[in-house]
């Protein structure tokens, strides 16, 4: 029979510890989108595969991808009960602007109740959360009861463009009858919450070409068009005066938000003021006319220019003429919008407004992810809104993610499997940005609530 309560006090008994595994957990550099860090993500890897060791699981495997590897790991021991795939990303973001942070983004250092590090929310700090309430349960509390699968990849912050490949590869190993997936947060300290709702993504890099090499921009400004205005015509263009997409027939597929979603998401205990605070305190706010801003950040669809690149950049002055320019462009996606058709959409959009001056190239980065909807009234999910209510002590909300988490749906479309999305990052945690860092308290709070769920789901 499970202890559950032995267990928990001994993740309080060794806090200390668990914060020094996570400060060495957070202190492996292993961003995935860079090739120089290589050797970071294997040893990132390596990491992983011996804390699960240490924590109680068997078959514990390296899976090779194209790229970097994913660490697989089980405990199957429960007979009769469900088994849990435990899923997480030991990769993280670059950490540039580097000269923003406050400290070493990989020398983890604690100020005051937070930790700050990068991936130190995003998500290690929840892989090693779960791993935590697992071991604790296993060798405190008289064992997990319910079987498990784990699977941590190293590809999630490039979009996972190998998941798809190594699951349909090992659909039996990964064979399970719910996913937990502790990607994504609550909405504050004090005030738990269930995400039911993901936004997926589209991910492009549009080129604009004009002459072959760069200009004078004296003797032939004027007369050859300038790439980067092109760029930023053709940008600027992508959205009207009211904060509307103009794509053709962008809107088309997008998700009519039910009343009673509308009504439950203008209850969400946020106000502006605060998340204006959360997004770094923009002089305003902005977003489709007719819409919240809660509803702009999980319920309705995006184009954002995620970066620009064209001519000369440096100090100081150089008269060029850019031969070339670039811009990042994502878009967060709701039900039930198709990658694919809406890369159709930016193309024709492009094809009808670019000039003949130019010519442009777009490129798809990585693979799109549709955006994904979980069942509220399910057993699992439901168990984690009463686990979330047990630790926390008041009752979780029900919110739509705007991030993008593309193994959920690919679980559900290759492994045939609904996930659980949960987790315990905070809105001003940083994510993708300089001074990344997680709440420890809240961390801890949310290892007792994974005890509590996998104790739930094991009943």
Not at 46 to 67: C, H, M, P, Y
Not at 115 to 141: I, T
Not at 389 to 415: A, C, D
Request: proline share 7%; with cysteine.
């Amino acid at each position: 029979m499970t202890d559950l309560q032995t267990a928990i006090q001994h993740i309080r008994d060794h806090n200390d510890f668990i914060v020094g595994l996570l400060k060495e957990f957070a202190s492996i550099p292993s961003i995935s989108t860079l090739s120089e860090h290589e050797a970071d993500m294997r040893t990132c890897a390596d990491w992983v595969a011996q804390r699960l060791e240490k924590s109680g699981f068997e078959n514990i495997q390296i899976l090779e991808t194209a790229r970097h590897p994913s660490v697989y790991a089980d405990w199957l021991h429960a007979p009769g009960k469900p088994t849990v795939l435990l899923y997480g990303h030991f990769d993280v973001q670059p950490v540039d602007p580097i000269d923003e942070w406050n400290s070493d983004p990989f020398t983890p250092e604690q100020r005051g109740e937070n930790l700050y590090a990068r991936g130190a929310s995003d998500m290690k700090g929840q892989v090693l959360a779960s791993l935590m309430a697992l071991a604790a349960l296993h060798h405190h509390g008289g064992g997990i009861p319910v079987n498990i699968k784990v699977l941590i990849e190293g590809e999630e912050e490039i979009g996972s463009p190998n998941l798809g490949t190594l699951m349909e590869a090992h659909k039996e190993l990964l064979a399970c009858d719910v996913a937990l997936n502790p990607d994504a947060g609550i909405i504050s300290p004090t005030q738990p919450s269930v995400t039911y709702g993901l936004r997926g993504l589209a991910y492009f890099e549009l080129w604009v070409h004009g002459a072959e090499s760069d200009l004078h921009s004296g003797i032939y400004g004027g007369a050859v068009h300038n790439p980067a205005q092109v760029l930023a015509d053709l940008v600027s263009g992508m959205h009207d005066a009211d904060g509307r997409i103009t794509l053709p027939g962008y809107y088309d597929k997008v998700r009519t938000l039910p009343d009673e979603e509308r009504e439950a998401i203008a209850k969400l205990p946020l106000s502006e003021a605060e998340f204006m605070r959360n997004a770094a305190n923009p002089p305003a706010l902005f977003g489709e006319k007719g819409y919240s801003f809660l509803e702009h950040t999980g319920a309705r669809p995006t184009l954002e220019v995620n970066g620009l690149y064209s001519g000369f950049i440096g100090e100081g002055a150089k008269t060029v003429l850019p031969a070339k320019a670039m811009a990042k462009i994502s878009m967060r996606l709701v039900p039930y919008q198709d990658p694919e058709l809406v890369e159709a959409q930016l193309r024709q959009y492009l094809e009808e407004n670019a000039p003949n001056t130019v010519t442009w190239e777009l490129k798809l980065i990585g693979h799109g992810a549709p955006a994904v909807l979980v069942d509220r009234h399910t057993k699992p999910v439901q168990s984690i809104s009463t686990a979330l209510e047990t630790t926390f002590g008041v009752e979780p909300v029900f919110k739509l993610e705007g991030g993008s988490i593309p193994v959920v749906g690919l679980m559900q479309e290759i492994l045939g499997v609904q996930s659980v999305i949960t987790g315990f990052g905070l809105p001003d945690d940083g994510l993708h940005g300089p001074n990344e860092k997680i709440h420890l308290p809240t961390f801890f709070r949310g290892i007792e609530t994974l005890m509590h769920f996998f104790v739930l789901m094991g009943e």
